[in-house]
DNA sequence: ATAAAAAAATACTAATTAGTATGAAAAAGC
DNA sequence: GCTTTTTCATACTAATTAGTATTTTTTTAT
């Protein structure tokens, strides 16, 4: 990679994990380059704005990411429903990178910056929509296959679990520990396996 | 009332419309005062700083708010899964105040000021934890009543379906319209009504 | 009515903000 | 090599921010 995709990379994953920790209103572009050791005049030179930088942090970081540790397993997965619950499990309670006082990245961004800023509501509505597409069409796979009742209703499922995955980020924030996330678990197993 | 409590009451109402149209970092004191017409001195003199305004908003507004629409109602329900459906539609669809691309505003004061204002994740917390707690106890009469079956655990359908009112809000917000609610509702009633 | 206290008005500050202007260094093309 | 373009560095600006100091007005108590 050129030195010069590499600051640009480096400003975007600094910048990143500032605005996951601190919101992207109160991260201010000199603490940026404060801690990634760049000047302004390369900030600048990579990014026209700061907007245009959060942008760029949602269709380099964050979907990328995605595309890696959800879209692909999803759409890999013999067994919806285990694997449904396994996904949100997952990102709640192993995820090395996410934190329980910090909530979703996707959640919080889409919170503070909708419906202010069109360029960052469309960059993550596509993300969303990607997810959400993706588990429609393992539901549908999963009543092809008798996994998932024939009147399940796969849009309306996508959405519940969705939801239910950012409202319960939302409590962790609110608590800041995980005892909200167990509870929650529970009842979505509950909830998949009322659509066996 | 007298003059002093008006201004002060004055104050709160239209910094928390402010804070719930734009957001509580990107509304300012200034912005604040030129809505109220109320002058720095008279702001200072009933706020000793933003924050202290701001949980001021959290105890004063929404918690008699919330007090008032959704303790009362849940504590008089005769059908616990019905009024659940209720005034969970009632909020997304029908309540004049809260506008869908606005989203939640204890949803999002919640993500934006916490983890790092404890004083707003307390004074938030306490509001969470009043409309949990009357959740769950609906639920344990609906038990009593042999509305609900007695394998349903209170606490978990509590999370669950405040999560899941918290997160489509954000869906909401991402699309600006009310499409994603009509879905989400369809599912929402038909967990509901697993729980019978 | 008048003194005391409460409430509000005005003018200011110091820090922080996103963004710019301009020039220097580094890399690439020939 | 040398030129051109890319990349980065430095120093600045104008606006906005939360909050303060000080004075004036209004209300309350006696």
Redesign the interface.
Known sequence: MSKAANTRLNILHKAFELIYT??Y??TSIDEIIATTQVTKGAFYYHFKTKDEMGVAIIEEILKPTMQEHFIKPTEASQNPIEDFYNMISYLLLDDPFLQV???CPV??L???M???NNKF?EA??EL?DLWKATIINSIEKGKEYGLIRKDV?G???A??I???????R??G????DNS?YL??L???K??LN?LK
């Open positions: 601190k919101g209103q109160t006082k910090y909530g959640g919080n889409t919170q503070e909708t419906p202010w509501s993550l509505a969303v209703v849009e309306q499922v959405f519940f969705l939801s239910g995955y950012w409202g319960i939302n409590f924030k609110l608590q800041n909200s509870v929650y529970k009842e979505l509950s909830y009322g």
